[in-house]
Nanobody, 125 residues
Framework: QVQLVESGGGSVQAGGSLRLSCAAS????????MGWFRQAPGKEREFVAT????????YYADSVKGRFTISRDNAKNTVYLQMNTLKPEDTAVYYCAARVDYGLLSNREYAYDDWGQGTQVTVSS
């Protein structure tokens, strides 16, 4: 229903910053909430952040709260994840995902219908 493409990943030193982007195409006229998830080698995929369709509501995992900021620009059909004060434990493949916004945010992987291909983030110590 909606196609998602992540970009902006790369390799940085601990304490550095990156901004990930997720461009959406397709049925972008729908009211989609967006989420970011990540998966490190040998670990399960975990929730990072989510944002409502309007951008008025956000929610973060405790591990990134205060360091990461999720935002969106619906005119550009793009959602962002600004990552500051990066730590080696942030190393993972980062995925964006979309779900129809019925008014309640979700941190559960199964609640999201459409997924991007992922972008690699590597943080060295």
């Amino acid at each position: 229903q909606v196609q998602l493409v992540e970009s902006g990943g790369g390799s940085v030193q601990a304490g550095g910053s990156l901004r990930l982007s997720c461009a959406a195409s397709g049925r972008t006229f729908s009211r989609y909430a967006m989420g970011w998830f990540r998966q490190a080698p040998g670990k399960e995929r975990e929730f990072v952040a989510t944002i409502s369709w309007s951008g008025g509501s956000t929610y973060y995992a405790d591990s990134v709260k205060g360091r990461f900021t999720i935002s969106r620009d619906n005119a550009k059909n793009t959602v962002y994840l600004q990552m500051n004060t990066l730590k080696p434990e942030d190393t993972a493949v980062y995925y964006c995902a979309a779900r129809v916004d019925y008014g309640l945010l979700s941190n559960r992987e199964y609640a999201y219908d459409d997924w991007g291909q992922g972008t690699q983030v590597t943080v060295s110590s």
